[in-house]
């Protein structure tokens, strides 16, 4: 896979963890004005190797990759090491030379890469991206890895085929990650839930683009208001899958400008403990799943055991399972299964709530 030469985990638009502000504070933002645009011709070593130290000198986080990148999509390729080495030492047109101070002007005020090439990887796939939908990060393909091996070993038992193997992701944002469980899975159909509109619009586009439509049902609906309406779509599911807002409400201010100013807030902040809409989902997956079927979230490394503890009180329906570590080694993917409750004899095959 491509763009995989940035170190784990801030990868051109910064971690989803709070951080000191240092280099990244109030003053660095605001010095943003563009450079001149050079009088003569330049060829794109020298364009890139300017860049470089304008994003340097204004504190821009990986200035080196960042005007790469940016080079690299004006010749249409996904990494500059890709382009042909003889265009990289010939003089740039007028068009390309504007538009090259263009895209890296709008990385200059701290919009992240992906914002600014409108497009980046994830998996095996090449997603269309737009401010403010949230930028899916690197620790998320894990959580995907994870719920696909676990389908995998699902298929072929009863209560899969009952399921209709349905997958039901909440908060979907650009798509990332029921796009790619699709993809991977031809069998799979896939239910995509998001409060924002931009999101639905992006995800819609992505999986249109990708020839994913016909087995993805996309739907506006903020859980948190209206968990109603999510129900009446998402039943009989033999996974229920999020990446949600779990930051900390204090730790919001202290994120990088790349996140503050451009991400949608509302897909980063989970409330005073980072638990709001977690406990939703969780309140919510007993009626979503089907017996057995897995919830799978991807949480703040402070949250695991706080997850056991709030589900063994509050969901009796659900079973924590295990927590699994990303690959830094925090703690990060929450699995929970639900139980088969024992009842009284019944009549039909609905649903027990």
């Avoid at 896939?190 to 995800?203: E, G, K, N, R």
């Avoid at 201010?253 to 406990?279: C, H, M, Q, T, Y």
């Avoid at 703690?331 to 929970?336: D, H, V």
Wanted: aromatic share 6%.
């Amino acid at each position: 896979m491509w763009r995989r030469s940035l170190g784990a985990g801030c990868r051109l638009f910064g971690c989803r963890s709070a951080v000191p502000q240092g280099i990244w504070g109030s003053s660095a933002v605001r010095a943003c004005s563009a450079p001149v645009l050079p009088a003569l011709s330049i060829t794109a070593l020298q364009a890139m190797d300017s860049w470089r130290k304008h994003f340097e000198e204004r504190g821009v986080p990986e200035p080196e990759e960042s005007s790469h990148y940016i080079m690299a999509h004006l010749f249409g390729a996904k990494t500059i090491q890709s382009v042909e080495q003889g265009k990289l030492t010939e003089f740039l047109s007028r068009e390309e030379t504007e538009q090259m101070w263009k895209l890296c002007t709008r990385r200059l005020s701290r919009m992240p890469v992906q914002y600014v090439i409108e497009e980046w990887d994830f998996r095996d796939l090449t997603l269309k991206m737009r401010p403010p939908v949230f930028i899916p990060r690197p620790e998320t393909e894990e959580l995907v890895e994870l719920v696909l091996t676990d389908l995998e070993t699902m298929c072929g038992t009863e209560d899969a085929l009952d399921a209709l193997h349905t997958c039901v992701e909440v908060g979907c944002g650009s798509g990332a990650i029921s796009l790619s469980l699709l993809r991977s899975r031809p069998q799979l159909k896939a239910i995509a839930v998001d409060q924002s509109q931009q999101a639905v619009d992006l995800t819609r586009e992505n999986a249109l683009r990708l020839g994913l439509q016909d087995r993805l049902q996309i739907h506006h609906i903020d859980v948190m208001k209206d968990p109603e309406a999510a129900l009446s779509l998402c039943t009989r599911a033999s996974a229920l899958v999020s990446n949600p807002p779990y930051l900390f409400s204090e730790d919001m201010s202290k994120l990088e400008p790349e996140i503050l100013r451009f991400e949608d807030p509302s897909a980063l902040d989970g409330g005073e403990d980072g638990l709001n809409v977690i406990k939703q989902i969780l309140t919510m997956a007993p009626k979503i799943l089907s017996d057995h079927g897995r919830a799978y979230l991807e949480v703040d490394p402070r949250h695991p055991s706080l997850i056991q503890q709030w589900v063994e009180v509050n969901v009796k329906e659900l079973r924590y399972v295990e927590t699994r570590h990303d690959i830094t080694g925090r703690p990060r993917f929450c699995i929970l299964q639900k139980r088969e409750l024992i009842q009284g004899p019944r009549v039909g095959s609905g649903l027990r709530n």
